[in-house]
């Protein structure tokens, strides 16, 4: 029941007020929000009855059941390690970019000139690992350690043009690393085994420590390697990087790890950025995004994602990998730990982990208890013959987590939150005493100063200097706390405070992934309540939270269908049909899975075409894996055949991968299981909230129906396998943002929701159409909860290409809509339920007065060439400089909309970035300070 008097949360949620909508209803001619759906959404996907989901309750009440559920979970303090550890996340840091919406609420850093603040951010993350590497490339995060492991064979397995099979383990890696990296590598016909270096051989791969905390000797099969042309991977631990040598030295070609102790906390398994680095001569094949530095028109330094072109437009069928969302936000949050203690505190808190580790050592040794070896960083490996368990039981009662390896070992993995308490108490668990010792027990020289020499990593000292520092960062760039970003396809809808503050509870951030399931049964009906609310949203049996994007959801299923296949005998079903307007990690995820892509045409009006499918899924029919179809179709219309299209694929063997990308035009609505889906993947960082932090985390879950369910990925901690990333709940800490949405949304305003993005979809194609054409609209001349305008009609006339029209949009104030895709030329626009309809209004007037600017242009009162479009956005410095000598006025130019105190101007900190010129001339990292002298 909601309290009467307080608002309810949908009603927050929910941009248009009840006159706002009646008014938008009003001006598209429709009598009532029933009507427009029955027009939008056709009769025969139509779920007749409502979800059944538990009835909203307001902000607190949520916020109390969701805490009473959490605090279930023990915070015990973990010593377990095997790729997580516990750190201190700087308050600086948690308050100011963390919890600070305009850093959270961005969206990747696609149009480079809004994003400057998070683009420099990455640069200088992409520095730090460069740094910490000694490797001269290193990306903008990954997903996680042991998906950056996997990309990293990847690599290989490409430089070798897919003709070298064999990846071979120089050491022990983390069990759940060598799970995920067998996943993705049987489908390619890859093996990760031991044995002999040959000439079959694409990489081996040497921990650096291995999972026992261990450093080996690895030079011979690193020498073997070499001779043999296979590739060196080293797994390396970031913060032992500062004090031991870097795996360049090594003779490594590419270094992977998790930057998760660089202040992110554990959370249960994630989110958490990997890093990735290479040589040279692999730059591009890295996967991922790469920040590049370039200049703008006026010559001005600027940053923007370097060979752009490759990723959001995944090449397909040819695609290097399938990442597009990533793990921005806590990129910046590692890096910005770095800058915040610098290199010299960062060798510090390494410095302090390792003495405390060689103390706990000494110790151990004098009670004569045996070690796995004498080289090591932080983590020990204890010799406890059949005592393992008891040792442990003990630890859990004073509240320590160890890692119990097997039943004669146990794992004590030390970290910056280390105490000398802990380590008193960990040494009375053996009978050990503590000495003075702060011997040294690292591989190797100790890793001198004179790295991390960049002037950033100096700075930023005193508090002041770091949160003006962020602050400096996050005024470049326009995050949906200052604007709407209308991006089709990426529904930046509202995210929530109650739904966000959750993810800062020690409950929910002090869990370690691999702690006793007793431990976690926060987690565990957290996780359930999800699972039965995704399975009821969606239609299926089945829901697995493990994939952390919507990419690795797509993976996870076609992975599931490629098993279920493989189940049946049918090993040669690997054909998979995909729609020309597919999004890029379609393919991408396809060739990934092992599976062999075939382009399904689509007609003028942008719906499969049925003629070409049923050609082609009868063509390969023998070989029919799956189809994958995303829907509403990227086009932003409900097709009405798609139940048949569902039946075409069935009738020949194959499965319906249903690409829920699309699914806020669903959600109470009609569900993909019903349509006639198998499996299909959910973005949580899209429709159920969770923010897009300037390029990820994300989370996207998989439903399947029951057939598929024994073929969900599992996890070596649970004693199963197929993982797909390296904690069994993927990006788990970030679950509860979903959880509070549909908790105080309940079905009613869930299924509000998605009627009222239809209904801002549908009021903007119809305020924009005389101006801008709308492409693709259903039977009823309705679209679905995004539209596509056709900006080739001012290219026409006079010249103004749709990237002057996007960047144009920056100085009214706005983030781009998605430019150029599915049919370049056009911007596809997506308002989302959460925006008003004076924002929106705002949105459209912007895009008239541009069409407006444009007839200008044409009429010739602007020269084509210098214009406020086409010399668009035009930054504070430009405008303020004495000299002026543009056809138009400093105000026409910065104020288009005339000066408001309700939406106080955004200025861009840059012209408009040349592209071409930092892709040429690649520069993706900072060059340390000896190279200025
Ligand atoms: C239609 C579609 N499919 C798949 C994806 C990939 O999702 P993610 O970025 O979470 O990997 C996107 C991302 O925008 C998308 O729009």
């Not at 699914?663 to 993947?681: E, Q, S, T």
């Amino acid at each position: 029941m909601q309290n009467k008097g307080i608002f309810p949360f949908t009603e927050r949620h929910i941009g248009p007020s009840l006159q706002g909508s009646r008014a938008m209803l009003a001006a598209v001619g429709i009598p009532s929000l029933e009507t427009l759906i029955s027009q939008a959404v056709p009769k025969s996907i139509r779920l007749e009855r409502p979800l059944d989901i538990p009835e909203a309750v307001n902000e607190a009440e949520a916020l109390a059941e969701l805490s009473a559920k959490m605090a279930q979970n023990k915070t015990h303090k973990s010593f377990i390690g095997q790729g997580y550890h516990g750190t201190h996340v700087p308050a600086v840091i948690q308050r100011n970019l963390f919890e600070n919406p305009a850093w959270y609420t961005a969206y990747t850093p696609y149009q480079s000139e809004i994003s400057q603040g998070r683009l420099e951010l990455l640069f200088h993350f992409q520095t730090l690992v460069t740094e910490l590497t000694g490797l001269p490339v290193a990306s903008a995060s990954l997903l996680d350690e042991a998906t950056a492991v996997a990309e990293a064979v990847g690599i290989a397995y490409r430089h070798h043009r897919e003709k070298r099979t064999r990846v071979v383990l120089a050491g022990d890696v983390h069990p759940q690393i060598l799970d995920v990296v067998r996943t993705r590598a049987e489908p390619l016909g890859m093996s990760v085994n031991g044995g002999a270096i040959n000439a079959e051989v694409a990489a081996i791969i040497v921990p650096w420590p291995d999972t026992y905390g261990v450093y080996r000797d690895h030079s011979t099969a690193i020498q073997d390697a070499k001779a043999s042309g296979a590739l060196v991977i080293a797994v390396a631990d970031p913060l032992a990087l500062t004090i031991t040598a870097p795996p360049a030295s090594l003779g490594a070609d590419i270094a992977a790890g998790s930057m998760q102790r660089f202040g992110v906390p554990v959370g249960y398994g994630g989110p958490h950025a990997a890093y990735l680095a290479v040589a040279d001569a692999l730059t591009r094949l890295i996967p991922g995004r790469l920040v590049g530095q370039s200049v703008d028109s006026k010559g001005r330094p600027g940053y923007r994602l370097a060979l752009q072109t490759r990723e959001q437009h995944i090449r397909r069928d040819k695609a290097t990998s399938n990442i597009c969302t990533a793990q921005a936000l806590l990129a910046n949050m590692a890096v910005s730990f770095a800058i915040w203690h610098g290199p010299q505190g960062l060798q510090a808190i390494a410095s302090r982990v390792h003495s405390q580790a060689v103390r706990l050592a000494a110790a151990l040794e004098a009670a004569g208890i045996g070690l796995a070896g004498k080289r090591f960083f932080d983590t020990l490996t204890v010799d406890v013959p059949g005592r393992a368990g008891e040792i442990a039981a003990t630890a859990e009662k004073d509240g320590r987590l160890l890692r119990i390896i097997d039943e004669n070992r146990l794992g004590l993995t030390l970290d910056e939150t280390t105490t000398e308490a802990d380590l008193q108490a960990l040494a009375a668990l053996f009978g050990a005493i503590l000495p003075d010792d702060t011997d040294t027990r690292l591989p190797g020289e100790r890793r001198a100063d004179g790295f991390m020499t960049q002037e950033v990593f100096h700075q930023q000292r005193s508090e002041t200097e770091m949160m003006r520092f962020l602050r400096r960062l996050a005024d470049k760039d326009l995050a949906l706390d200052r604007a709407m970003i209308p991006l089709g396809s990426c529904t930046m809808k509202l995210n929530a405070a109650a739904e966000m503050l959750p993810v800062s509870w020690q409950s929910v951030a002090n869990v370690h992934p691999f702690a006793p399931a007793d431990h976690a049964l926060g987690y565990k009906a957290l996780t359930a309540d999800l699972e039965t609310w995704l399975a009821e949203i969606t239609g299926f049996d089945a829901v697995s939270l493990q994939p952390n994007a919507g990419s690795q959801g797509e993976y996870a299923g076609l992975l599931a269908i490629r098993r279920y296949h493989l189940d049946r005998g049918d090993a040669h079903r690997d054909i998979c049909l995909i729609p020309e307007s597919a999004h890029g990690t379609n393919p991408a995820s396809a060739h990934m899975a092992g599976m062999r892509v075939v382009v399904v045409a689509c007609e003028e009006a942008g719906d499969i075409d049925l003629d070409d499918l049923k050609a082609k899924a009868e063509l390969h029919g023998a070989n029919l894996a799956a189809l994958m179809i995303t829907y509403p179709s990227t086009h932003g219309v409900f097709e009405e055949g798609v139940k048949d299209i569902c039946a075409i694929i069935h009738a020949h063997g194959g499965q319906v991968y249903f690409d829920g990308a699309n699914l806020n035009a669903l959600v109470g609505l009609a569900r993909p299981g019903d349509i006639g889906a198998d499996v299909c993947h959910m973005n949580l960082h899209k429709t159920f909230c969770i923010p897009h932090g300037g390029g990820g985390p994300g989370v996207g879950p998989i439903g399947v129906k029951s057939h598929l369910a024994p073929f969900l990925p599992g996890h070596v901690e649970l004693n199963t396998g197929h993982a797909v990333s390296a904690a069994p709940f993927g990006s788990a800490s970030i679950l509860p943002i979903t959880w509070m949405y549909i908790r105080m949304m309940g079905a009613n305003g869930l299924k509000r929701a998605t009627e009222m993005a239809i209904l801002n979809a549908n009021y903007i194609a119809g305020r924009l159409e005389n101006h801008y054409p709308v492409l693709f609209k259903g039977r009823n001349g309705r679209v679905a909860h995004e539209c596509i305008l056709d900006t080739r009609v001012l290219k026409e006339s006079a010249g103004v290409t749709v990237e002057d029209i996007a960047k144009r949009l920056i100085d009214y104030g706005f983030h781009a809509p998605t430019m150029s895709w599915p049919i370049p030329g056009t911007l596809m626009v997506e308002p989302t339920e959460s925006e008003s309809k004076r924002e929106i209004d705002r949105f459209c007037d912007a895009m008239i007065a541009i069409a407006g600017e444009a007839a200008k242009v044409a009429s010739g009162a602007w020269p084509k060439d210098d214009n406020p479009l086409v010399n668009a956005p035009h930054p504070a410095d430009d405008v303020l400089a004495d000299d002026w000598s543009y056809p138009y006025s400093r105000s026409e130019a910065s104020l288009p909309a005339g000066p408001s105190d309700e939406n106080p101007k955004y200025w861009p900190p840059v012209s408009r970035i040349d592209n071409v010129a930092g892709d040429r001339n690649l520069v993706c990292s900072c060059p340390p300070m000896q190279a200025y002298s």
